[in-house]
């Protein structure tokens, strides 16, 4: 018991420290938690033996990272993404396989071996890019929809990998004890570091009856969501216990990763497909909400496994060959991913995110392998290397991510990709930027009677705008040429909605220079954005959410047993005086030091605030009198 609190606090004090200190340098978690396992295993000794151990239970992060995955994704999802699942996933495991197995082939390996190595590196690690992608925010682009389906397809290709890799132990000449050893052997492939006897119903069957079993299987889980799982939430909310929540969606999780190594499948295959048959079930969100805690913690516990687990003393020996072979494995696969990507229709941003997000090996290759030495088709000598390898390459992985973001910006700032429209019209009032923001203002001027140009540099929001009989011209709105063509010599109101605060603090700048008398009306995005515009030179600014919040306090007014004239009366002396606070306070605001340690600007806000709360009393005061 002692040791096993004395790993549990190494573990969560390495990574409590490490990984926030990885996202704030802007390398993401999952090199934090890497970091933090070298730190602890090959740098300071701090854990042993029990590395690989608890690696085994941290996988569990993984499968609960896929049933959340499938809970996002209904069936009709699923099957749209059936060309994805066979075309890219499909042809991106072919042809890394070859090219890798023909690496091997040339360094001297048997065709057996040099496949064995090619199936087990052409897998990359679902762990550490769904990690990554939903960090950054980027599973819903074109090159993470595209990097999910490829991870998918190869998480199912792992299950009839392992039932052609004994294939390759006869062709080698090892010798396995009939269909029994190789079908214990195939029901390993459950899930990552599964070593060891265990309770398997598909040992000693003869293949159609492991099918059998299988179907039966997928179809029990399938049957369970549809017709049991309602009347299992229903039996829970009756107890009122917010715990046997949680207690339910951990059962549902290892529950099937229990019965699909049973059947000799993938544990994280079975939970995935229990999530997408629950996708469409009223209890979704309430699975995701349980789950997502013990998801993000599994899944760092595994990487820092991951880290710890390497054998430092294996790298120390020849530090430059393997490093170079991780290198040279994530070049092969950059290279196939980028002609596949490309044949594929992928373009730019997502082509790139693809390319190098994939280009890893990953923890399924750590299956391969164990079950590849097992069957002795890969040498032990061999394997280790490989191991090594794969772990060097899922270490290197969020410095390609790195290199993405790099390459994106650089993508961001090029030439835009259409050509900006000839402006052709002038009006009194210009509209640079028509999002939510900038068509309301639209729409209020155009049906007062006042006629309107509309910039904006976003292709698809100008041709949807056209579709509804809105005429707006194509271009940065924040080019001087382009203004001019615009009118704005004679305009006498600019206002600029844009969504980037930078662009818009640059226009307000470049403007005022330009007219010192034009009206400007600026879209802010918080009080530091307003104070920027005010020393830019812009009349009037409106924060986003300004006059809605407003209104939402006047309804709990209004609701607190005030009268709609007195919760009215309320928001207009708030506004009033807020918009004489701001303009106050921007005398003392400081650009790049934060309010907190800003002593003047503090003092001043209290007093202020002061004022506003007397304010408000006189005015309820007031109406008592009258009322009486």
């Known amino acids: 018991m002692d040791a096993f609190l004395y790993q549990a606090t190494i573990y969560l004090a390495t990574a409590v420290i490490a990984v926030p200190i990885a996202a704030r340098l802007g390398l993401g978690s999952v090199l934090g938690y890497l970091a933090a396992g070298i730190l602890i295993g090959p740098v300071l000794g701090l854990v042993g033996s029990e590395t690989e151990d608890l690696q085994h239970f941290a996988e569990f992060g993984v499968v609960m990272m896929l049933f959340l995955i499938g809970l996002e994704l209904e069936p009709r999802a699923l099957w749209a993404m059936r060309h994805k699942l066979i075309g890219l996933g499909g042809l991106q495991i072919t042809l890394s396989t070859l090219a890798l197995m023909g690496a091997a082939m040339a360094a001297g390996q048997p065709w057996q071996v040099s496949l064995a190595i090619g199936l087990a590196l052409s897998l990359s690690s679902t762990a550490i890019v769904l990690q990554t992608l939903s960090e950054k925010g980027l599973m819903q682009t074109g090159g993470g929809r595209a990097s999910f389906s490829v991870l998918l397809t190869q998480d199912i290709a792992v299950i009839p990998i392992l039932a052609f890799l004994p294939l390759l132990a006869m062709e080698t000449g090892t010798h396995l004890s009939g269909d029994g050893s190789i079908q214990r052997a195939a029901g390993q492939a459950g899930e990552a570091g599964h070593h060891g006897e265990h309770l398997s119903l598909v ?132 290279l196939v991913l980028y002609f596949v990507g490309k044949a594929f229709g992928l373009r ?151 969504d980037d605060p930078d662009n818009t603090v640059k226009m307000v ?42 209104r939402a306090g006047r309804y709990v007014l209004e609701n607190m047993g005030l009268s709609e004239y007195e919760a009215a009366q309320a928001e207009q002396t708030f506004y009033t005086h807020d918009r004489r606070v701001v303009r106050e306070l921007a005398e003392y605001w400081e650009p790049g030091t934060p309010a907190s340690l800003n002593k003047p600007y503090i003092e001043r806000a209290r007093e202020l605030d002061k004022d506003l709360e007397t304010a408000l009393m006189e005015l309820y005061e007031t109406h008592k009198q009258k009322s009486a």
């Open 203 to 334: 040992a000693g069957l003869p293949g159609w009856a492991v099918t059998a079993v299988t179907i039966s299987a997928v179809g029990f889980i399938i049957f369970a969501g549809i017709f049991l799982m309602r009347p299992l939430f229903r039996f829970i909310h009756a107890a009122n216990l917010r715990e046997m929540y949680t207690a339910l969606a951990l059962l549902i999780v290892v529950g099937i990763s229990f019965l699909m190594t049973l059947v000799g499948l993938s544990p994280a295959l079975g939970a995935f497909l229990a999530g997408v048959v629950l996708a469409n079930s009223e209890f979704r969100h309430e699975l995701e909400s349980d789950l997502n805690p013990f998801k993000g913690l599994l899944l760092g516990l595994f990487f820092i496994t991951v880290g710890a687990g390497i054998n430092y003393r294996l790298f120390l020996a020849s530090p430059g060959d393997l490093l170079g072979l991780a290198l040279l494995v994530i070049l092969a696969k950059g």
């Open 348 to 498: 730019k941003r997502g082509h790139w995110l693809f390319t190098l997000g994939l280009a890893q090996a990953g923890e399924f290759g750590f299956v391969l392998l164990a079950f590849a030495r097992q069957l002795n088709v890969i040498p032990v000598a061999l394997s280790e290397k490989l191991l090594l390898i794969i772990a060097l390459s899922m270490l290197i992985t969020p410095l390609l991510f790195i290199l993405f973001d790099q390459i994106s910006k650089r993508l961001t700032e090029a030439a835009p990709e259409h050509v900006p429209d000839e402006i052709d019209e002038q009006g009194p009032v210009i509209i640079a930027g028509i999002g939510r923001f900038g068509q309301i203002v639209n729409r209020l001027v155009r049906a007062s009677g006042f006629k309107t140009v509309v910039l904006d540099y976003d292709m698809e929001t100008i041709q949807l705008m056209r579709r509804f009989g809105v005429k707006g011209f194509l271009g940065d709105p924040t080019r001087p040429e382009l203004l001019k063509a615009a009118g704005i010599a004679k305009a006498r109101v600019l206002v600029i909605a844009l």
């Open 509 to 550: 700048r470049q403007v005022r220079k330009v007219r010192p008398d034009l009206h400007i009306i600026a879209r802010a995005g918080d009080r530091n954005h307003v104070y920027e515009l005010y020393q830019a030179g812009a009349d009037d600014i409106v924060r986003e959410m300004f006059d809605s919040s407003l």
